[in-house]
């Protein structure tokens, strides 16, 4: 988790608000993370990063994850 975070930190120059969210709970952590990078990784996938974004943030917004949905949006 803090590899994750300090990367993150070190591109971005913020740390996302999903990361200070998850941050006491490592096994939701690490469950949010594998979904992100599962969609946004997917080898062959004819979507843009921008459609996987938003696949993603409905999914949240759908599961009422809004303490998250900063992070999506300040992109």
């Known amino acids: 988790m803090v590899e994750r975070t300090l990367a993150v930190q070190e591109k971005a120059k913020f740390i996302p608000n999903i990361f200070l969210a998850l941050a006491y709970c490592p096994a939701e952590f690490r469950a949010f ?3 992100y990078y599962a969609v946004m990784e997917q080898e062959g996938s004819t ?28 992109n």
């Open 47 to 74: 979507l843009s990063p921008a459609e996987k974004e938003m696949i993603i943030v409905m999914n949240m917004q759908s599961n009422a994850e809004f303490y998250t949905m900063g992070r999506e949006v300040r």
């Open 33 to 35: 993370f594998a979904y």
